[in-house]
Protein backbone atom coordinates (compact mmCIF):
# COMPACT_ATOMS: atom_id res chain seq x y z
CA UNK A 1 0.00 0.00 0.00
CA UNK A 2 1.23 3.60 -1.21
CA UNK A 3 0.33 6.40 0.81
CA UNK A 4 1.06 9.68 -0.54
CA UNK A 5 1.24 13.40 1.42
CA UNK A 6 1.51 16.54 -0.96
CA UNK A 7 2.21 19.94 0.28
CA UNK A 8 3.62 23.21 -0.98
CA UNK A 9 0.26 24.69 -2.17
CA UNK A 10 -0.75 28.43 -1.41
CA UNK A 11 -1.61 31.83 -3.34
CA UNK A 12 0.43 33.27 -5.37
CA UNK A 13 0.24 35.93 -8.36
CA UNK A 14 -0.09 35.54 -11.55
CA UNK A 15 3.48 34.62 -13.44
CA UNK A 16 4.76 33.53 -9.73
CA UNK A 17 6.52 30.05 -8.95
CA UNK A 18 5.34 27.47 -6.47
CA UNK A 19 6.99 23.98 -6.39
CA UNK A 20 4.72 21.10 -5.09
CA UNK A 21 5.64 18.14 -3.29
CA UNK A 22 4.61 14.95 -2.61
CA UNK A 23 5.93 12.29 0.13
CA UNK A 24 5.43 8.69 -0.93
CA UNK A 25 5.67 5.70 1.86
CA UNK A 26 5.16 2.10 1.72
CA UNK A 27 6.84 -1.17 0.54
CA UNK A 28 7.98 -0.16 -3.06
CA UNK A 29 8.98 2.73 -4.91
CA UNK A 30 8.95 1.17 -8.20
CA UNK A 31 5.99 3.35 -9.00
CA UNK A 32 4.95 5.52 -11.90
CA UNK A 33 3.64 8.66 -10.64
CA UNK A 34 2.14 11.71 -12.08
CA UNK A 35 -0.05 15.09 -11.01
CA UNK A 36 -3.62 16.14 -11.76
CA UNK A 37 -5.40 18.55 -11.10
CA UNK A 38 -9.33 19.63 -10.53
CA UNK A 39 -10.19 22.97 -10.64
CA UNK A 40 -14.09 24.06 -8.90
CA UNK A 41 -16.84 23.45 -11.13
CA UNK A 42 -14.59 20.84 -13.81
CA UNK A 43 -13.15 17.36 -13.57
CA UNK A 44 -10.26 16.10 -12.25
CA UNK A 45 -7.15 16.28 -15.15
CA UNK A 46 -3.97 15.80 -16.35
CA UNK A 47 -0.61 17.40 -15.05
CA UNK A 48 2.31 15.62 -15.70
CA UNK A 49 3.49 11.90 -15.36
CA UNK A 50 7.02 10.41 -14.90
CA UNK A 51 8.16 7.03 -14.80
CA UNK A 52 9.83 5.27 -11.85
CA UNK A 53 13.14 5.90 -12.73
CA UNK A 54 12.69 8.95 -13.85
CA UNK A 55 13.96 8.56 -17.56
CA UNK A 56 10.27 9.82 -18.90
CA UNK A 57 7.93 12.39 -18.58
CA UNK A 58 4.79 13.60 -19.86
CA UNK A 59 2.77 16.48 -19.66
CA UNK A 60 -0.44 18.49 -20.61
CA UNK A 61 -0.21 21.01 -23.48
CA UNK A 62 -1.62 23.60 -20.88
CA UNK A 63 1.34 23.15 -18.64
CA UNK A 64 3.93 22.51 -21.11
CA UNK A 65 7.31 24.52 -21.00
CA UNK A 66 6.26 25.98 -17.62
CA UNK A 67 6.01 23.29 -15.47
CA UNK A 68 8.64 20.42 -14.39
CA UNK A 69 7.95 17.29 -12.47
CA UNK A 70 11.17 15.30 -11.41
CA UNK A 71 11.57 12.95 -8.51
CA UNK A 72 14.56 11.72 -5.96
CA UNK A 73 15.68 8.54 -4.48
CA UNK A 74 14.04 9.90 -1.09
CA UNK A 75 10.87 8.85 -2.70
CA UNK A 76 9.84 12.64 -2.85
CA UNK A 77 7.74 13.86 -5.99
CA UNK A 78 7.84 17.33 -7.47
CA UNK A 79 5.78 19.56 -9.41
CA UNK A 80 8.04 22.78 -10.30
CA UNK A 81 5.14 25.64 -11.38
CA UNK A 82 6.53 28.70 -12.93
CA UNK A 83 4.75 31.41 -14.84
CA UNK A 84 1.51 30.52 -13.10
CA UNK A 85 -1.58 31.84 -14.53
CA UNK A 86 -5.24 32.16 -13.29
CA UNK A 87 -6.23 29.13 -14.97
CA UNK A 88 -4.18 27.04 -12.68
CA UNK A 89 -5.84 27.53 -10.01
CA UNK A 90 -7.23 24.04 -8.80
CA UNK A 91 -6.46 21.38 -5.87
CA UNK A 92 -3.54 19.17 -7.07
CA UNK A 93 -2.99 15.56 -6.14
CA UNK A 94 -0.40 13.51 -6.47
CA UNK A 95 -0.92 9.78 -7.72
CA UNK A 96 1.18 6.52 -8.15
CA UNK A 97 0.37 3.45 -10.19
CA UNK A 98 2.22 0.12 -11.49
CA UNK A 99 3.56 -0.58 -14.85
CA UNK A 100 0.44 -1.15 -16.53
CA UNK A 101 -2.15 1.82 -17.72
CA UNK A 102 -2.16 4.70 -19.33
CA UNK A 103 0.66 7.90 -17.67
CA UNK A 104 -2.37 10.35 -18.51
CA UNK A 105 -5.20 7.82 -16.98
CA UNK A 106 -6.50 8.82 -13.76
CA UNK A 107 -8.20 5.36 -13.72
CA UNK A 108 -5.03 3.86 -13.71
CA UNK A 109 -3.67 4.91 -10.44
CA UNK A 110 -5.15 3.22 -7.86
CA UNK A 111 -2.89 5.47 -5.39
CA UNK A 112 -3.82 9.33 -4.55
CA UNK A 113 -2.76 11.75 -1.93
CA UNK A 114 -5.44 14.54 -0.13
CA UNK A 115 -4.46 17.14 -2.39
CA UNK A 116 -3.03 20.33 -2.13
CA UNK A 117 -4.99 24.01 -3.20
CA UNK A 118 -3.20 25.84 -5.33
CA UNK A 119 -4.99 29.42 -6.00
CA UNK A 120 -3.10 31.84 -8.66
CA UNK A 121 -4.69 35.72 -8.82
CA UNK A 122 -4.63 38.08 -11.13
Known amino acids: QVQLVESGGGLVQAGDSLRLSCAAS???????MGWFRQAPGKEREFVAS???????TYYADSVKGRFTISRDIAKMLYLQMNNLKPEDTAVYYC?????????????????WGQGTQVTVSI
Open 95 to 111: AARGNSGSYYRQNDYPY
Open 26 to 32: GPSTTYN
Open 50 to 56: ITWVGLY
